[in-house]
């Protein structure tokens, strides 16, 4: 298991006592009667084992992108616990990521961990050029040798088929689709145990979408790295994940198997989510 | 009038941050910065740490940009001598408080001395971060990858870093430190020296520190050699010497002459060949 989340909650507002109990799919709401606060995420567990993909479904607003902003640490959980399997405390146990302090943050954050965002604007640095975008990450990694970054750079640049004659380019002059790939190759460049991707494809034109899903794709038989992927786009999901999970008001309504989910929905949510595939 | 102008609660405050600044090398403390008779921006922060250290026993040395009578060093100099009453000299050797405008002496300073820089601009990440809370976080951190990126960066386009002063050290292999604009030249001179050295920014209201026999190194890549100004062969045109930071001057018929940017060290190279 490399990762583990155990009865993670994340509520925005006073979090009064019943927030929790009188949210969620069941209630058909996520704001708390009581105190009025919104609970973005309402009790989820959820584990993914070394080299799965996992995909998170759900209407906008059911808590998605903020489930893996809880994992990738760019809010705090409220309530709950989050274990990953390379990141251990001083005593040599597994230790609860929210307890984790700013030295320990970074290192899960630039080693363990990388995020890919919708908006390249928010996973790339737009006064650096691409490649020291790319240097940014692998330095916080720990490298201080200025040959193996630029081979780093240059080596994920080509996997992700932008001209490496473009490395000192800065991601402004690339198109919408080639700032997703310098993205995606800033984010790969530190060799993460876990990839987060917050729908990386939404907005991108469907060529485009295409070839960065099989980059992903292929990207991910090649090092074997564990992927969560967000998406509302059914499929991205059937195209990549292995398993699956259905979120609807801060809650998983529904979990399992890819292909089955998708063939067989047992929660009426999941089913309209499927019956209504344009 | 108060002894060295500042009132005994003022003096004590700037010693406190002082100590604490040599409790963690390149830490930079805030201090309340007092109103001088110069303006801010003027070399206050040196002053106030050399009005807050100084007694009688002390002898001072004020240069600015290498020299003992530019104008900036001789007013500070003068202003000194004038609330403290103490001995000033121009010989490296003898002051036991040295303060400096951009640079560092050619000769070795040594244990019991002081050197006080006038620093502009005491945050080195203020060139890649501009907001003052990021940058506290990022120190903290210990999260130097934007200055990284900027030697990477100068690195790839230009072959090496194109930063000719102000060249950023990582201190006690912990925190970066702008060691104020003195040359590339003078960076190395920063490690290990035997003197100890205190950093003023008046106008920015901050102090820190580099304790003696501390380890002060450049930001530079493992792979990658830390250059400094060369030139080219040239000598100083008075003493002669070829291994210090010269100046370029233009004379009237617009020929250019090479001469010592410390002045001191170039009188002592002088009077050593007269001798001779």
Not at chain 1, 89 to 94: C, L, P, Q, V, Y
Not at chain 1, 111 to 121: A, D, E, K, L, V
Not at chain 1, 243 to 250: A, E, S
Not at chain 2, 212 to 241: A, I, Q, R, W
Request: charged share 25%.
């Amino acid at each position: 298991m490399i990762l583990d989340m155990k009865n993670v909650s994340k509520v925005f507002g006073k979090f009064c006592s019943k927030c929790l109990e009188t949210t969620g799919a069941s209630y058909n709401s996520s704001i708390c009667p009581t105190c009025k606060s919104v609970v973005g995420v309402n009790d989820v567990n959820l584990t993914l084992s070394d080299g799965e993909v996992l995909g998170i479904v759900g209407e906008s607003g059911s808590g998605k992108s903020t489930l893996l902003q809880l994992i990738y640490q760019d809010q705090k959980a409220s309530l709950g616990e989050i274990f990953i399997k390379a990141f251990k405390g001083r005593d040599g146990k597994e230790k609860n990521i929210l307890d984790a302090d700013l030295n320990e943050l970074s290192y899960l954050r630039n080693s363990i961990m990388s995020m890919i965002y919708q908006n390249p604007r928010l996973g790339l640095n737009y006064k650096f050029s691409a490649g020291g975008n790319i240097a940014e990450k692998v330095i916080m990694s720990g490298n201080k040798k200025y040959q193996e970054i630029r081979d780093r750079a240059l080596y994920f640049l080509e996997k992700t088929e932008i001209p490496v004659s473009r490395i000192d380019d800065y991601p402004e002059y690339f198109s919408g689709g080639q700032q997703q790939r310098i993205q995606i190759s800033k984010a790969l460049s530190s060799n993460p145990k876990i990839l987060l991707l917050d729908e990386p494809t939404t907005g991108l034109d469907l060529s485009v979408q295409a070839k960065i899903l099989d980059l992903i794709k292929e990207l991910q038989h090649e090092i074997g790295f564990s992927m969560i992927i967000v998406s509302h786009d059914l499929g991205v999901i059937k195209h990549l994940t292995d398993i699956t999970v259905v979120m609807k008001n801060g809650q998983i309504v529904e979990r399992g198997l890819t292909d089955q989910i998708l063939e067989d929905p047992q929660h009426p949510y999941t089913q309209l989510l499927v019956s209504s595939i344009l | 009038m108060r002894y060295a102008f500042l009132d005994e609660e003022a003096k004590k405050e700037i010693r406190r941050s002082i100590l604490k600044a040599i409790a963690i090398p390149g830490y930079i403390v805030s201090f309340a910065s007092r109103e001088l008779p110069v303006a801010r921006g003027w070399g206050t922060g040196g002053l106030q740490i050399t009005l807050a250290i100084i007694n009688e026993t002390d002898k001072l040395k004020v240069i600015d940009q290498g020299c003992d009578g530019s104008v900036n060093a001789v007013n500070i100099r003068n202003f000194i001598k004038s609330v403290t009453d103490v001995d000033t000299t121009i010989d490296t050797k003898e002051a036991t408080i040295i303060q400096t405008r951009h640079r560092v002496p050619e000769m070795e300073l040594q244990e019991g001395q002081t050197l006080v820089f006038q620093v502009p601009i005491p945050d080195i990440l203020e060139t890649v971060e501009p907001n003052l809370g990021k940058q506290k976080l990022l120190h903290a951190n210990a999260d130097y990858s934007k200055l990284w990126v900027l030697l990477y960066e100068d690195t790839s386009m230009y072959g090496d870093s194109r930063i000719s002063n102000r060249y950023p050290v990582m201190v006690n292999k912990r925190y970066a430190m702008d060691p104020s604009p003195i040359p590339k030249y003078d960076t190395l001179k920063l490690n290990n020296c035997k003197a100890l050295q205190l950093f003023g920014a008046g106008r920015e209201k901050k102090i820190y520190a580099i304790p003696p026999y501390t380890n002060v190194m450049p930001l530079k890549f493992e792979d990658k050699d830390f250059s400094v100004e060369n030139f080219n062969g040239h000598c100083c045109g008075k003493c002669g010497s070829t291994h210090s930071f010269l100046d370029e001057v233009y004379d009237d018929d617009g020929v250019v002459n090479y001469y010592c940017n410390d002045t001191d060290y170039c009188d002592k190279e002088q009077e050593m060949k007269g001798d001779k």
